[in-house]
């Protein structure tokens, strides 16, 4: 059974840094694309950023220069790196493994951040 457990979320000032952790079990890690989806009141959990198990990125054009996706196939977790917060970035973070034959997504239970001062 696969379980994502999130963590790092919080309250931070805007322009403060953040760092998000996903520590997977019930998977075979190094099989799985990990990523990271957001999602605001009323509105669809969006994409943030996503790495393949070589290390291949991709990130939301809001966050490109700003949030670092990284995983640690030894740990089995992955990370998101979030710097110069804005309030825009406030919302519910969920990690998510996909494995790569597939686009069936597993979810986290997400984790809280706000951006306020």
């Known amino acids: 059974q696969v379980q994502l457990v999130e963590s790092g979320g919080g309250l931070v000032q805007p322009g403060g840094s953040l760092r998000l952790s996903c520590a997977a079990s019930g998977i075979t890690f190094t099989r799985y694309i990990m990523g990271w989806f957001r999602q605001t009141p009323g509105n669809q959990r969006e994409f943030v950023a996503s790495?393949?198990?070589?290390?291949?990125?991709d990130y939301v054009e809001a966050v490109k220069d700003r949030f670092t996706i990284s995983r640690d196939n030894a740990k089995s977790t992955v990370y998101l790196q979030m710097r110069s917060l804005q309030a825009e970035d406030t919302a519910i973070y969920y990690c998510?493994?996909?494995?790569?034959?597939?686009?069936?997504?597993?979810w986290g239970q997400g984790t809280q951040v706000t951006v306020s001062v």
């Open positions: 998510t493994a996909r494995i790569t034959t597939t686009n069936s997504l597993n």
């Open positions: 790495i393949t198990p070589t290390g291949r990125r």
